[in-house]
């Protein structure tokens, strides 16, 4: 029987027991959770569309007594209204019905979308045999690929779709042909072309975006909205579609220029200097790495060796300490993976927050990076404070082992802007004073909002003093040297107008899908694609 008492994964009594977690307690609890998520969902949409309890929260709003409450308690109770009119709470009874239908279809939808990614992500590995086809990789990328194959019993050196194994192929490798292959496997991942995955119509997430759109679709109409992408601005400080289309739109024809002058420099380059006469997806990352190197007289893997994992952190928990008045230690906590680490965060010797820190890639893994909450900051029954706790997790290349000597991760500079941009997330939502657990950290904060505090620390990782005291090269123990940051100064904007013109790219796609493409018509996603 897997209950709480016998299957750790399923006991929320307080901070999960990850020491006491087994492989055998994994698949019952994924089983259990797929089988009673509809009853988690129809909970949480009953709870939204409560007619007495969002009546009370109106009374609350329309009493004398709310000019009196704390700004935090206003705020509840106005993100309260929200929530329940988008919960469906104004409904009639049977449109109410439908609705519950629609969140439980979505949630199950969704849940089985990550999971096809997920799972076609940790399915693919491809074995290279011959070192000679690794010409232009990065030493530890190498030590890492052979790794990764001895741990499956192995010769040679084994990639994946993770991003720390996968990308330094397209950044790095000569092999033209080895790029093709690992950029084509990560492109068609999760698809109906994903023919070098061992479950192609299993995990093959057409249908499934194909469902999702009509079902958020469905749901604004019920909501009394036009699109999806109005239910999805509601709680967010944009005003409206029509603004950020517009918004994104004069981006785009500001940046498009820079862009079109950035991809010409490049296929000029990768045709005079790299001898690729037409430059493909797969040789893109490779011929601006090359750019880059002849242009600014550096290279990534350079500056990577001056970045190695304990200096960094070290480097940013004294920056924090320093900036917030803290102190960051070691603490204790069961853990999900020998990797993963705990500490707390003090001032003035009292319990502020704590956070696990999560850096490395491994097979099973999410990939990319991200902040999640364990728990929030709230005022206890009693008068005490529950301290908050905080998830920091990024996919970063992980250590290895070579002539059995243990050596440090090395990350890239953009790796450490990542790890900062996490970490302000984490203080966002450790460092509160807010004790309202609804309103506290992250919580209640507009999600086009909270990129405040992470975007703020990134900058930290181009200024001087802070440099100097989060770099070592790995083999002299030296800072990183002035010339070099320079170099760096004046390639923080390569590329600029392709990046921007890309980004822009993934905001139109995404704002189309919800305001004006109708799952119902013939139009395939792909084709809005396209045309964006």
């Not at 009509?214 to 109005?230: G, I, M, Q």
């Not at 893994?365 to 902040?371: D, I, L, R, V, Y």
């Amino acid at each position: 029987m897997n209950t709480a008492t016998s299957n750790p994964l399923l006991d929320f009594s307080g901070l999960p027991r990850f020491d006491a977690f087994k492989p055998e307690h994994v698949t019952p609890a994924i089983e259990q959770y797929n089988e009673n998520q509809p009853k988690v969902t129809e909970f949480w949409t009953a709870l939204s569309q409560n007619e007495a309890l969002f009546a009370k929260y109106k009374a609350l709003r329309a009493s004398a007594d709310f000019v009196n409450l704390s700004p935090a308690r206003k705020k509840i109770i106005e993100n309260a209204l929200r929530d329940f009119r988008l919960g469906g709470a104004e409904l009639p009874a049977a449109k109410k019905a439908r609705f519950a239908d629609i969140q439980e279809q979505h949630a199950a939808v969704s849940t089985r979308f990550s999971e096809n990614v997920l799972d076609a992500t940790n399915d693919y590995k491809l074995l290279v045999e011959n070192e000679a086809e690794l010409a232009g990789l990065p030493d530890d990328v190498r030590q890492a690929a052979r790794a990764a194959a001895e741990k499956d019993g192995k010769q040679g050196w084994q990639f994946t779709l993770h991003f720390p194994s996968y990308f330094p192929i397209l950044q790095f490798a000569d092999n033209r042909a080895l790029r093709e292959t690992i950029y084509r496997a990560s492109s068609t991942k999760a698809s109906e072309m994903g023919t070098v995955f061992s479950e192609l119509e299993k995990w093959d997430n057409t249908s499934n975006i194909a469902t999702l759109l009509k079902l958020r679709d469905e749901e604004a109409k019920l909501l009394d909205y036009r699109n999806f992408a109005e239910v999805s601005l509601v709680p967010k400080m944009a005003q409206s579609p029509e603004h950020v289309i517009e918004f994104l739109e004069d981006l785009a024809r500001r940046a498009r220029p820079y862009a079109e002058k950035d991809l010409a420099e490049v296929r000029a380059f990768a045709k005079d200097e790299l001898g690729i006469d037409t430059l493909e997806a797969w040789d893109l990352t490779y011929a601006s790495e090359k750019l880059r190197e002849q242009r600014y007289a550096f290279s990534s893997q350079e500056v990577k060796e001056y970045f190695p994992e304990p200096k960094v952190v070290d480097g940013l928990f004294k920056l924090v300490q320093t900036l917030f008045s803290v102190t960051i230690a070691p603490d204790s906590a069961p853990v999900w993976h020998p990797d993963v680490r705990f500490y707390r965060i003090e001032r003035e010797g009292k319990l502020v927050g704590q956070f696990y820190l999560d850096l490395y890639a491994r097979s099973g893994k999410s990939g990319g990076a991200w902040m999640d909450d364990a728990r929030g900051r709230r005022l206890e029954t009693g008068g005490a404070v529950q301290t908050p706790i905080a998830y920091l997790t990024c996919n970063f290349t992980p250590p290895a082992t070579v002539d059995g000597k243990l050596q440090p991760s090395l990350f890239t500079h953009d790796e450490v802007t990542t790890l900062f941009h996490e970490f302000g997330h984490g203080l966002h939502h450790m460092l509160t004073q807010v004790d309202e657990i609804a309103v506290s950290g992250i919580s209640g904060v507009e999600w086009d909002a909270v990129e405040l505090p992470s975007q703020f620390m990134e900058n930290f990782c181009w200024e001087w003093d802070v440099l100097q005291n989060m770099t070592a090269h790995v083999k002299t123990g030296e800072p990183l040297p002035r010339a070099l940051y320079d170099k760096m100064l004046a390639a923080k904007n390569f590329q600029s107008g392709m990046q921007t013109l890309r980004q822009v790219e993934f905001s139109l796609i995404d704002m189309h899908l919800h305001y004006d493409y109708d799952p119902a018509s013939q139009q395939s996603v792909q084709e809005l694609i396209n045309d964006v």
